[in-house]
């Protein structure tokens, strides 16, 4: 699939300069910085130019992430793969009804959903994971999507082992006695109330 050449590019970014929500320039002006690229297209998309969306977000679909980014604000790269692979998804339904062609952006959204050690801001795993489920089913795969829809969705079950792993790599840091004035009882309690926030 083609794409957006950065010849081309100026005129994506004055475009979404003089845009009814203005996008500031610095987000969207690097052409070889494919986050710019990435929240260039999405943002056409949301403004319904589905067409250059569409161009813009193909140039973004053979970056890997760095699923070790996670930023402190903002989204993280995992995160902006994500949503521009869900994007594709509903532009390639929408212009072309083509399912099975949708079903491989979706796939590449779930499996960075279930390899990524963070939290999205926007992104919903478990809508992602349905998405496909649904792709699946239109595309006539039925006894896979029954299959996929009978699985235990897999980041729900690696969220508590995460937060786990976390929490023990602290401990770790800490020293094996604990942090000072801590005790075992402390970490079952904090293991306890995250799990409550989970549920």
Known sequence: MGGITK???P??????????????????SDYD???C??????????????????????TVLDVEPDLQDRPVEGFSQA????????????????????PEAALR???????ICEKFRGDFLT?????????????????GRDGEAKALANTPWQPAAKLKEREILDMEE???????????????EDFLTGLGDVFKKQN
Request: glycine share 6%; proline share 5%.
């Open 7 to 9: 010849a081309e590019w």
């Open 11 to 28: 005129e994506i970014v004055n475009r979404l300069k003089r845009s009814a929500l203005p996008v500031p320039p610095s987000f969207v």
């Open 33 to 35: 910085n494919w986050l």
């Open 37 to 58: 690229r990435s929240y260039a297209g999405r943002t056409l998309f949301s403004m319904g130019d589905y067409e250059d969306a569409l161009m813009v977000l193909a």
């Open 79 to 98: 995160e902006h793969k994500v949503l521009c692979l869900t994007d594709m998804v509903e532009l390639i339904m929408g212009l072309a009804n083509n």
């Open 105 to 111: 952006y979706q796939d590449e959204a779930v499996d």
């Open 123 to 139: 992104a919903d795993p478990m809508k992602i994971w349905q998405k496909k489920i649904e792709l699946l089913r239109l595309s």
């Open 170 to 184: 602290v401990r770790h840091r800490q020293g094996s006695q604990g942090a000072k004035g801590s005790k075992p």
